[in-house]
């Protein structure tokens, strides 16, 4: 077992509630706005929700460190995730893997599979850092490799699957030995990948 302190993750939330904001006000004239908007500055919980479905957020890199300063802050400057924690942290990553489907449904599959990597990436180190199994983030671990499988059945371009492997390999590579806890998922993936331009 390993114990880690919470590190800085280098991510500014109010920045991203500045471009939440300008998001909401492009959209909304109705008293509900005023409300969210001291939602948002009241309940960081709520702040981070709502980053998640409406703030664009481009790379795995970026996606990974929004996840893990929320991750950061429901540990409370603890090193484990009791269950309530893990529980916001799924509704978050939900979030993500909602507009990672609808990326799918517009044919944006690199875009979805950067949200799904970045989950993976985010709450695989996680497992060993929590009270009970776990249950809540390997639930959304998996739901997130299905996401990347189905983007695996797609007959997409030779090139966009050579993209997706490098891609898999490379963050499969990134994740040190002691915080691999599903290799045999990402194995699958890979090879679903390897294999994707012979559909």
């Known amino acids: 077992m390993r114990y880690l302190k919470n590190l800085d993750t280098h991510f500014i939330l109010e920045n991203y509630i500045s471009q939440l904001k300008l998001i909401m006000e492009q ?19 709520i702040a981070y929700e709502m980053i998640a479905r409406f703030v664009p957020m481009e790379t795995t890199g970026e996606i990974l460190a929004f996840l893990q300063a929320f991750i950061a802050e429901e540990k409370k400057g603890d090193d484990y995730m009791n269950e309530d924690g893990q529980e916001a942290v799924e509704k978050i ?11 799918i449904n517009k044919d944006n599959y690199l875009a979805a599979a950067e949200i799904a ?13 929590v009270y ?8 959304t671990i998996i739901q997130s490799f299905e996401l990347l499988n189905e983007i695996g059945k797609k007959p997409l371009n030779p090139d966009v699957f050579d993209l997706l492997l490098q891609k898999a390999t490379k963050h499969f590579n990134s994740i040190r030995e002691e915080d ?7 194995k699958e993936l890979m090879l679903t990948f390897k294999n994707g331009n012979t559909h």
């Open 132 to 139: 009970d199994e776990g249950w809540t983030y390997q639930y």
């Open 180 to 186: 691999r806890y599903v290799d045999d998922k990402w």
């Open 27 to 45: 959209q909304s004239t109705s008293p509900i706005h005023n409300f969210l908007e001291e939602l948002i500055h009241r309940e960081r919980s």
């Open 93 to 103: 990553a939900w979030s993500l893997l909602d507009k990672g489907k609808e990326l």
């Open 117 to 129: 990597f970045a989950i993976i990436l985010a709450i695989e180190p996680e497992l060993c850092m």
